[in-house]
């Protein structure tokens, strides 16, 4: 493998041994980029001369025996989204288009002082509101493994050039799988930490503005290995809450595969997948029992999947509806209005359409008033406590990402978008199923590339744990590498 397509932990060995420089590296990224980059537009915000400064600077430091920490001198990029001192921010809304940051947010800075530095920012989609990536300021990011295809969103720009070798490490974020889908589309690592254990400060395009609900920041990477060393770096208190508490995060109990307990959840009525993804989920599965984990393909968690669904809808969209302005929110308040009394009911029971049930979560979450969204998070505190229950159970849950592969781009209004699974149409959102289960209960997940399909596109699965088990999901992922293989780059960019 090419040194590009490397992972972070390894480079860092290589600066370190000075079998190569943090400049010539982040030279050779440069090079790559202006080279490669322009059929897949994936770094969209360039720093070049300010990186290789930087990195003059780290090769400056370890001739002098300094150690600037676990990533010293590794040249890395970070989804738009987050800010850099001196660079626009804008999330891909023209309305922010002059938006500079006037600091680093707090990631950026824990990054450099663990050593790193900033070659550009990556390609989001508006708002970091969608599966693929593309925005009226700096267009449309394709997939390295076929460009007619998506990179996924929202941070599809981060996993396109993970993939394609233009960075050593990436950090994007997720509500609704945007670090997952697009570790999955492109095959690479991403990993949706535990709510809260990473401040989502200077993760923001108004600064002073809570963390968020649902909402998480976290790592993408071309190995395990260099999650758990991005997540270290990322996790932990902001200073404020610094002064009170400290994240302790457990530790994997176990030493190999066949020591777990794992239960495979590969499709389901509510949301189904691709045969073929059904079928990959299936085998990782085959082969851990294989290995002699305790494997099951009937375990589930004691919740109705419909309601479960429903109820991260509503607290998704509220989440969603304060960027709105007036005029939207006046809109979606008219279509709450006209909806009738069965399709106002967060009880699945008593709705028995699937999809009208996900309309009327999706438009009464949008204005959810605090009472009412605080009887959906007691509704979601029962799904909480159902997970608990069953990761005391099972250490992981193998479950799919996406229903598909990369799909082809399809840049039409939402309302007109659907996606074909097993030759049926589905509803276009309808696969945020499988990212928002594990949001909506603040669970860790990590997804790791399992190999390509029969049209050669990647397929990512979830492995899944109870809150706080993060280290246990990433250190399955570095262990199933090692028997199903893990990142290989895409053909026309080894």
């Given at each position: 493998?090419?040194?590009?397509?490397?992972?972070?932990?390894?480079?860092?060995?290589?600066?370190?041994?000075?079998?190569?420089?943090?400049?010539?590296?982040?030279?050779?990224?440069?090079?790559?980029?202006?080279?490669?980059?322009?059929?897949?537009?994936?770094?969209?915000?360039?720093?070049?001369?300010?990186?290789?400064?930087?990195?003059?600077?780290?090769?400056?430091?370890?001739?002098?025996?300094?150690?600037?920490?676990?990533?010293?001198?590794?040249?890395?990029?970070?989804?738009?989204?987050?800010?850099?001192?001196?660079?626009?921010?804008?999330?891909?809304?023209?309305?922010?288009?002059?938006?500079?940051?006037?600091?680093?947010?707090?990631?950026?800075?824990?990054?450099?002082?663990?050593?790193?530095?900033?070659?550009?920012?990556?390609?989001?989609?508006?708002?970091?509101?969608?599966?693929?990536?593309?925005?009226?300021?700096?267009?449309?990011?394709?997939?390295?493994?076929?460009?007619?295809?998506?990179?996924?969103?929202?941070?599809?720009?981060?996993?396109?050039?993970?993939?394609?070798?233009?960075?050593?490490?990436?950090?994007?974020?997720?509500?609704?799988?945007?670090?997952?889908?697009?570790?999955?589309?492109?095959?690479?690592?991403?990993?949706?930490?535990?709510?809260?254990?990473?401040?989502?400060?200077?993760?923001?395009?108004?600064?002073?503005?809570?963390?968020?609900?649902?909402?998480?920041?976290?790592?993408?990477?071309?190995?395990?290995?260099?999650?758990?060393?991005?997540?270290?770096?990322?996790?932990?208190?902001?200073?404020?809450?610094?002064?009170?508490?400290?994240?302790?995060?457990?530790?994997?109990?176990?030493?190999?595969?066949?020591?777990?307990?794992?239960?495979?959840?590969?499709?389901?009525?509510?949301?189904?997948?691709?045969?073929?993804?059904?079928?990959?989920?299936?085998?990782?599965?085959?082969?851990?029992?294989?290995?002699?984990?305790?494997?099951?393909?009937?375990?589930?968690?004691?919740?109705?999947?419909?309601?479960?669904?429903?109820?991260?809808?509503?607290?998704?969209?509220?989440?969603?509806?304060?960027?709105?302005?007036?005029?939207?929110?006046?809109?979606?308040?008219?279509?709450?209005?006209?909806?009738?009394?069965?399709?106002?009911?967060?009880?699945?029971?008593?709705?028995?359409?699937?999809?009208?049930?996900?309309?009327?979560?999706?438009?009464?979450?949008?204005?959810?008033?605090?009472?009412?969204?605080?009887?959906?998070?007691?509704?979601?505190?029962?799904?909480?406590?159902?997970?608990?229950?069953?990761?005391?159970?099972?250490?992981?849950?193998?479950?799919?990402?996406?229903?598909?592969?990369?799909?082809?781009?399809?840049?039409?209004?939402?309302?007109?978008?659907?996606?074909?699974?097993?030759n049926q149409e589905q509803p276009y959102f309808q696969q945020i199923f499988w990212s928002g289960i594990i949001v909506n209960s603040y669970l860790p997940s990590?997804?790791?590339?399992?190999?390509?399909?029969?049209?050669?596109?990647?397929?990512?699965?979830?492995?899944?744990?109870?809150?706080?088990?993060?280290?246990?999901?990433?250190?399955?992922?570095?262990?199933?590498?090692?028997?199903?293989?893990?990142?290989?780059?895409?053909?026309?960019?080894?």
């Amino acid at each position: 493998m090419e040194i590009y397509h490397l992972s972070a932990t390894e480079l860092a060995k290589k600066i370190k041994s000075k079998e190569v420089s943090s400049k010539e590296l982040t030279q050779m990224y440069i090079d790559r980029i202006e080279k490669l980059d322009g059929d897949i537009n994936s770094v969209v915000v360039k720093m070049f001369e300010r990186a290789l400064q930087d990195a003059e600077k780290a090769d400056i430091a370890l001739n002098k025996g300094e150690d600037l920490g676990p990533l010293h001198g590794i040249p890395m990029t970070i989804k738009e989204s987050y800010a850099i001192e001196g660079q626009k921010t804008t999330w891909g809304n023209e309305a922010f288009k002059e938006n500079t940051a006037k600091s680093d947010g707090l990631a950026v800075r824990r990054f450099r002082e663990a050593g790193a530095h900033f070659m550009g920012k990556t390609n989001v989609p508006l708002d970091l509101a969608d599966f693929q990536s593309f925005n009226s300021i700096y267009g449309t990011t394709n997939n390295p493994w076929n460009l007619e295809k998506i990179p996924g969103g929202s941070s599809g720009g981060s996993a396109a050039a993970l993939a394609a070798g233009f960075t050593g490490l990436e950090a994007g974020s997720d509500i609704g799988g945007s670090i997952r889908n697009p570790a999955h589309f492109c095959g690479v690592y991403g990993h949706k930490p535990t709510h809260g254990i990473i401040p989502q400060t200077g993760h923001e395009l108004i600064s002073n503005v809570p963390d968020s609900d649902l909402s998480v920041c976290g790592p993408l990477a071309r190995s395990a290995e260099d999650l758990k060393c991005a997540l270290d770096i990322m996790a932990g208190p902001a200073e404020r809450e610094a002064t009170g508490w400290k994240l302790q995060l457990p530790e994997p109990s176990f030493k190999s595969l066949k020591e777990l307990k794992v239960a495979v959840w590969a499709t389901d009525e509510v949301a189904p997948v691709s045969n073929e993804i059904e079928e990959r989920t299936t085998q990782v599965g085959e082969t851990l029992a294989k290995l002699g984990a305790k494997v099951s393909f009937d375990a589930r968690p004691n919740f109705d999947t419909t309601f479960a669904h429903a109820n991260y809808q509503l607290l998704l969209q509220s989440v969603m509806a304060a960027g709105m302005g007036d005029e939207e929110r006046a809109k979606i308040q008219k279509m709450v209005e006209e909806l009738d009394e069965s399709q106002m009911t967060s009880d699945a029971a008593v709705l028995g359409d699937k999809t009208a049930l996900f309309e009327a979560a999706s438009a009464r979450g949008a204005v959810l008033s605090h009472a009412n969204w605080l009887k959906a998070n007691y509704q979601r505190e029962k799904l909480k406590i159902a997970w608990k229950e069953f990761f005391e159970e099972w250490d992981i849950l193998l479950c799919p990402q996406m229903a598909v592969t990369a799909f082809e781009h399809d840049q039409r209004k939402f309302s007109e978008r659907t996606l074909m699974v097993n030759n049926q149409e589905q509803p276009y959102f309808q696969q945020i199923f499988w990212s928002g289960i594990i949001v909506n209960s603040y669970l860790p997940s990590t997804v790791f590339p399992t190999g390509p399909s029969s049209d050669g596109l990647p397929i990512g699965v979830q492995a899944v744990s109870g809150a706080f088990q993060d280290y246990k999901t990433i250190e399955f992922s570095r262990l199933i590498a090692e028997e199903i293989g893990g990142y290989t780059a895409p053909p026309n960019y080894v």
